[in-house]
C-alpha cells in the first residue's frame, strides 16, 4: 500500500517552473527563508534547553516571555552588548571573516530545499522552493563544506594553541564525516534517478527511501550529527583539552555568529534528511485518504517542519543522554565502519536496481546474498577491533608498575599502601640532594 499519494495525485514543480519568477518574488522568498531560520534558530535554543531540563528533573527556561519562549532573544542581546575582543595576536582580517565564512553557508543551502508544492504567493503561482537544479544536493554538499573554511580559518587566526588544535580537530571531523554522508546519498540518486530535491521528492510518492533504504538512512543519521559537531561528537569543543575549542577567542557578535551557524547546520542536515528518506513536504500516510488537501497549498509546510522536528529532537535526546566519546574512537567509526559499509551498500544498491531493470535474476536470492556479505563484512571490522584491543590489554600487563616515590617526590601513599596493617606508611620528600624517609612516629617523637 503507498505510504505517499501517488505523484500524479500531487502538484509537481519540475525544474522548468524555477527561474521565470519576478524579481520581487524571488526577493521576499530569500528574505522569509531568512526569516524563518532566525526564528528557527531562537526557538531550537529555547527547546534544547526545556528539554534537557525535562531530562535532568529541571525548569529550565521559564522568565523571559510565556514558557521562556524570549530567553534566547535575551541572550542574543546580551552577546550583542558585550565587549567585543580581538587577541593581539590575531590575524584581524582572518578573524573577523572567519565567522561569517561559517553563517552564510548555513543560509545558502536551504535555497535549494523544497518546502511545499505550488501556491499562490502573493497573486503570482510559484513552488514553495527558491530554487533548484539537476545538481541541488551537490550544490548543498558543496556549499556546506566551504562551512569548514570559518571553523578552521577561525582557529588559525586566533593565535591560540587551543583555538588551531580545534579548528585542525573539527576540520577532520567534519571532513571525514561528509564523505560517510556522501556516500550515504548515492543510494538515494539511483533510486530517484535524480539529484534534483523537488524530484527526489515526488520520486518518493509509493514509498519514502528513509524504509527502501534503511541502511542509508542510518549511516545519514550518524553522519550527519559528526558533521555538525553536536553530542555525543561535540569533540571540537571538548573542554579538557581544547578548552572552547576553534572559537576560544572570540567574543561578542563573532561568537554568536558561530553559535547561529552550528544551529542552521542542525536544521539544514534535519532538513535534508526530511526532503530525501522521508517524503520532503507530503503528508504522511493514511492523511491524504481522510484530507484532500493535505497536500495543497500552505499545509505542506506543516509536514515539513513536523519532519524537521522529530530529528532535531533527536539531536537534544543524544545530548542529554550520552557522553562524549574519545577521539580515536569516533574517527575509528567514521573511517572503519560507516565508509566502508556505505561502499557495501552502495554496491549493493547499484547491483539491485540494474537487475530489477533487467529482470535477469530473481531479486530474493540476490537481496539475500547482499545481506549476507554486509553481515560477514561488519562481522570481519567487529573482530579486527577486538583483536586490536587485546593487543593493547597484553601490552599494558608487560609494562612495570609506576613508583610513584621514584626520586623522592613528595606524593603520599593511598591508605592501604601501608607494609602493616594500622601501621602509618612512610613519608618519603627530597631535601636537596638528600633525600629523608621519616614514619608518623618517629615525627611524633
Given at each position: ?45 529555547w527547546f534544547e534547553r526545556r528539554v534537557v531540563a525535562r531530562m535532568q528533573h529541571r525548569v529550565g527556561p521559564n522568565v523571559h516571555g510565556p514558557f521562556g519562549l524570549l530567553q534566547s532573544l535575551a541572550d542574543g542581546v546580551k552577546l550583542a552588548l558585550k ?363
Open positions: 500500500m503507498s505510504i505517499l499519494p501517488l505523484a500524479s495525485e500531487l502538484t509537481k514543480t519540475p525544474l522548468d517552473q524555477f527561474g521565470q519568477d519576478p524579481w520581487w518574488v524571488i526577493a521576499l522568498k530569500a528574505f522569509f527563508i531568512f526569516l524563518i531560520l532566525v526564528l528557527l534558530t531562537l526557538f531550537n535554543i565587549e567585543d575582543i580581538i587577541p593581539k595576536a590575531a590575524d584581524k582580517v582572518v578573524f573577523l571573516l572567519a565567522p561569517v565564512i561559517a553563517t552564510v553557508p548555513a543560509f545558502i543551502t536551504w535555497a535549494v530545499i523544497p518546502l511545499g508544492p505550488e501556491v499562490n504567493f502573493f497573486g503570482h503561482r510559484t513552488p514553495l522552493q527558491l530554487t533548484d537544479m539537476p545538481v541541488a544536493v551537490l550544490f548543498m554538499l558543496a556549499i556546506a563544506s566551504i562551512g569548514i573554511y570559518g571553523i578552521v580559518l577561525g582557529g588559525w587566526s586566533s593565535g591560540s594553541t587551543y583555538s588551531l588544535l580545534g579548528g585542525l580537530r573539527s576540520s577532520a571531523q567534519m571532513i571525514s564525516y561528509e564523505v560517510a554522508m556522501g556516500l550515504a546519498l548515492v543510494a538515494v540518486f539511483l533510486y530517484a534517478g535524480s539529484m534534483s530535491t523537488s524530484e527526489i521528492v515526488f520520486a518518493q510518492d509509493r514509498l519514502w527511501f528513509g524504509l527502501i533504504l534503511m541502511p542509508s538512512f542510518v549511516i545519514y543519521m550518524i553522519s550527519m550529527v559528526g558533521e555538525t559537531n553536536r553530542a555525543p561528537f561535540d569533540l571540537p569543543e571538548a573542554e579538557g583539552e581544547l578548552v572552547g575549542g576553534f572559537h576560544t577567542e572570540y567574543s561578542s557578535l563573532k561568537f554568536a555568529l558561530f553559535f547561529l551557524a552550528e544551529y542552521i547546520n542542525l536544521a539544514t542536515v534535519s532538513a535534508i534528511a526530511t526532503t530525501l528518506f522521508l517524503g520532503g513536504w507530503a503528508a504522511p500516510w493514511g492523511v491524504e485518504n481522510v484530507w484532500d488537501g493535505a497536500n495543497s497549498g500552505y499545509w505542506p509546510l506543516l509536514w515539513f517542519f513536523g519532519k524537521v522536528f522529530i530529528f532535531i529532537f533527536m539531536f537534544v535526546w543524544l545530548r542529554g543522554s550520552l557522553p562524549r566519546m574519545r577521539y580515536d574512537q569516533f574517527m575509528a567509526l567514521g573511517w572503519k565502519v560507516l565508509i566502508p559499509v556505505s561502499l557495501a551498500w552502495t554496491v549493493a544498491v547499484a547491483t539491485i536496481r540494474v537487475i530489477s531493470l533487467e529482470g535477469n535474476i530473481n531479486r530474493t536470492y540476490l537481496v539475500a546474498a547482499i545481506a549476507v556479505l554486509l553481515v560477514v563484512t561488519v562481522a570481519l571490522m567487529f573482530v579486527g577491533e577486538g583483536k586490536g584491543e587485546e593487543a593493547e590489554a597484553e601490552v599494558e600487563e608487560r609494562e612495570e608498575p609506576h613508583d610513584a616515590f621514584a626520586g623522592g617526590f613528595p606524593v603520599p601513599p593511598m591508605p592501604a599502601g601501608g607494609a602493616v596493617r594500622g601501621a602509618a606508611a612512610p613519608l618519603s620528600f627530597a631535601t636537596g640532594r638528600t633525600t629523608v624517609t621519616a614514619s608518623a612516629e618517629e615525627n611524633h617523637e
